[in-house]
């Protein structure tokens, strides 16, 4: 089976960057994806990773450790928009079947 | 413009009363899926389907069926509703290739009284 852990808060300050991780366990791995999800809405993709390494991409990168089990989303020059959760989730082997995060949610404060 | 509809978007209903959600995609996505989302528990992928006439159970399948006779139109359909049905639903689409972004529909909140 497929396991998730990521931090439940966090909160940072307007311009800060930020680092959210996330660890998994699975059976498989069929890589990583990062969504962005603001309260009410739906969630919207940001990232996939699938080698080790960072992506970056404008002001979110993410980052990659297969060995580890371990992925984390950077946000840099935070707006008040990036106030939102952030879900981690990854595929089984087949890349059907998703496994998510429970999300951690941010607050950017002013 | 690309994207994922759902209907209706809030329903309050009561226990037993069969329903139907909607889900149609307009992108000519092979890939769709049912999500449900409470607090403290994410989103859990409840069906998917990865193509049509082809469909598969999740990881919290109980108390909910699908079907996919047209590509476009994935419906989940709720036979006996409880009140542990109760939740934010999400449909999703996606392409064959793996590590495609999955697009999400607005949701449906649901209340089963």
């Known amino acids: 089976g497929q396991n998730i852990d990521q931090p439940t808060e966090m909160t940072a300050t307007e311009g800060a960057i930020v680092q959210i991780n996330c660890t998994y366990q699975t059976s498989g791995f069929n890589g990583l994806f990062w969504y962005q999800q603001h309260a009410g809405e739906a969630p919207t993709f940001l990232s996939y990773?699938?080698?080790?390494g960072l992506e970056e991409k404008g002001r979110f990168s993410s980052f990659l450790s297969r060995s580890k089990g371990y992925s984390y989303l950077l946000l840099k020059e935070l707006q008040m928009k990036d106030s939102a959760s952030y879900l981690c989730a990854v595929p089984d082997n087949y890349g059907q079947n998703f496994v998510f995060g429970p999300g951690t949610r941010l607050s950017v404060l002013p | 413009e690309a994207q994922v509809t759902q209907n209706p978007r809030y329903l309050i209903t009561v226990t037993g009363k069969k329903l139907t959600v909607t889900c149609s995609q307009n992108m000519n996505h092979e890939y769709m899926s049912w999500y449900r989302q409470d607090p403290g528990l994410g989103l859990r992928q409840i069906y998917y389907s990865m193509n049509v006439e082809v469909t598969d159970k999740g990881d919290v399948p109980e108390g909910y069926k699908v079907s996919r006779k047209e590509k476009r139109n994935f419906p989940l359909i709720l036979e006996s509703p409880s009140p542990n049905q109760t939740s934010l639903y999400f449909c999703?689409?996606?392409?064959?290739?793996?590590?495609?972004?999955?697009?999400f529909g607005p949701g449906t909140r649901l209340t089963v009284t």
């Open positions: 990773n699938v080698l080790d």
């Open positions: 999703a689409s996606s392409g064959e290739v793996t590590g495609d972004e999955q697009y």
